[in-house]
């Protein structure tokens, strides 16, 4: 099935929402393979937004970067994304502990009062539903001190249950929370094992956020932790192909 065109008003702004999200040139090419049209109608809709004083600079061929004091209103929003916004926050209201829940139905509120009405439907008679955690442990794990902790780029001292039942303490850096459809996992640099470890966050006896940083800036860290990953599923598809 082909995709139904977006009008010309979508376009312009889809094209203005590429350019914000790239830190490269992007090319016209680029532009009409994502947008599904041609790139001659790039070339005009580009021309027409710089007649209309979006700063875009750049030539064909090379790419187009758009200015960084620009910005659009920030709910010039369409369907797509309203429908996004819609899934996240109803997967975070379903999965996230309270202040997470609330927050997302909070701005689920807020968006609500601000799009017009033609829009409301997408909000009110969603097209998309995510899965209840019907099967997620009960646990009282404080994962807003541990947000808390990951926001300062402080080192938290937890005590933390194994998979034998074994209760340990360890010192560690924390870089990010991940969530799935039953856990919640605090991927942190531990002290003790010098390695990134996956701590299970219902399985957090009691958490210290300490008055000492993390010895590395969490984007370096995060940087490190995926390219981790990457490497460890690259051997498991090695081995398993």
Avoid: N
Avoid at 20 to 25: A, E, G, L, V
Avoid at 139 to 150: E, M, P, V, Y
Avoid at 185 to 201: K, V, Y
């Amino acid at each position: 099935m082909i995709a139904e065109p977006l009008r010309s008003t979508d376009r312009l702004f889809q094209i203005i929402q590429i350019l914000r999200r790239s830190s490269r040139p992007v090319t016209a090419r680029m532009l009409s393979e994502e947008l599904e049209v041609s790139i001659r109608t790039i070339y005009r809709d580009v021309a027409h937004l710089i007649g209309q004083r979006v700063p875009i600079s750049g030539e064909a061929g090379v790419g187009y970067i758009l200015g960084a004091g620009y910005d659009m209103p920030p709910l010039a929003l369409l369907p797509a994304e309203l429908e996004a916004i819609v899934l996240g926050a109803q997967w975070v209201a379903a999965h996230g502990e309270k202040e997470l829940s609330r927050a997302a139905l909070d701005v689920l509120t807020k968006v609500t009062a601000v799009v017009p009405p033609a829009l409301q439907p997408f909000i009110s008679i969603p097209s998309t539903v995510t899965k209840l955690p019907l099967d997620a442990p009960q646990g009282k794990d404080d994962r807003a001190s541990l947000r808390a902790a990951i926001r300062a780029g402080m080192k938290l001292r937890l005590h933390y249950r194994d998979q034998q039942g074994e209760v340990t303490e360890r010192t560690v850096w924390p870089v990010v929370l991940g969530y799935s459809d039953i856990t919640c996992m605090l991927i942190a640099w531990c002290e003790l094992r010098q390695g990134f470890r996956h701590f299970r966050t219902d399985r957090i006896h009691a958490v210290e956020i300490l008055d000492e940083k993390i010895g590395e800036s969490r984007s370096r860290l995060l940087q490190r932790w995926k390219a981790q990953r990457i490497t460890a599923l690259a051997k498991i598809m090695t081995e398993t192909g």
